[in-house]
C-alpha cells in the first residue's frame, strides 16, 4: 500500500468522498470488463476444438451485449444519483476497500500470468477475480435494483468462471495424459 493510496482508517486522513468513491468504482468496473474482454478474446481461444465449436461462437455473440451493459451502468453512475446509497450497498469505506483489493490482487496475478503464458494459471486468476467482480457486482445491484444491466454483467461473469473452470480442466487433463 502506498502511502498516496490509504486505507479509509487512516488516522489524520479524510475518508474519500461519495463522489470519490463512486470515480473509483467506475474505474473498477472499466477494470472488471477489460478482463472480461481478454478472458473472451485471449483465454476461450485456447479452449479445447470441441468446447470452442460448442460455445465460443454464442460467447462472443453474448459478450457483445455485456459491453453495452457496461457502458449503461458506467452512464446511469455518471450523475452521481447513486453516491449517497453506496454506503449502505457497502461500496464505502473498509467495505469497499476489501473489495477493491481482492479483485486487484487477483487481477494483477491474473496478467502476469498471461504475460508468462500459463494460461492455466491466468485461468485460475482470473477465475478468483471474476468472483471479486461479481461480488462488486452484486453490491451494486442492491443499489439499482432493476437496472437490467447489472444482471448482464453479473450473469456473464458466471459464464466467464465457468469458462475458466473448462481451461482448469482442460489443462490438469493435459497433465494427467503427460504423466
Do not use: C
Not at 3 to 28: F, Y
Amino acid at each position: 500500500m502506498t502511502p498516496a493510496d490509504p486505507p479509509p482508517s487512516t488516522p489524520g486522513v479524510p475518508p474519500p468522498s461519495p463522489e470519490d468513491d463512486r470515480v473509483e468504482l467506475q474505474a473498477i468496473l472499466a477494470q472488471y470488463h477489460g478482463l472480461l474482454t481478454t478472458i473472451v478474446e485471449v483465454i476461450v481461444p485456447t479452449l479445447p476444438a470441441d468446447v470452442q465449436a460448442e460455445i465460443r461462437p454464442q460467447t462472443e455473440a453474448a459478450f457483445s451485449g455485456v459491453s453495452v451493459a457496461f457502458g449503461e451502468l458506467n452512464a446511469e453512475l455518471n450523475p452521481g444519483d447513486h453516491d449517497e446509497g453506496l454506503e449502505a450497498v457497502a461500496l464505502r469505506g473498509e467495505q469497499k476497500e476489501l473489495k477493491k483489493r481482492g479483485f486487484w490482487y487477483n487481477l494483477r496475478r491474473f496478467y502476469r500470468a498471461l504475460r508468462q503464458e500459463n494460461v492455466a494459471g491466468a485461468a485460475k486468476h482470473g477465475m478468483r477475480a471474476v468472483k471479486w467482480g461479481n461480488i462488486i457486482i452484486g453490491s451494486l445491484s442492491k443499489e439499482l435494483e432493476k437496472f437490467r444491466f447489472v444482471e448482464v454483467i453479473k450473469e456473464f461473469g458466471e459464464v466467464a468462471e465457468t469458462l475458466l473452470d473448462h481451461v482448469l480442466e482442460h489443462a490438469a487433463n493435459a497433465h494427467d495424459r503427460a504423466r
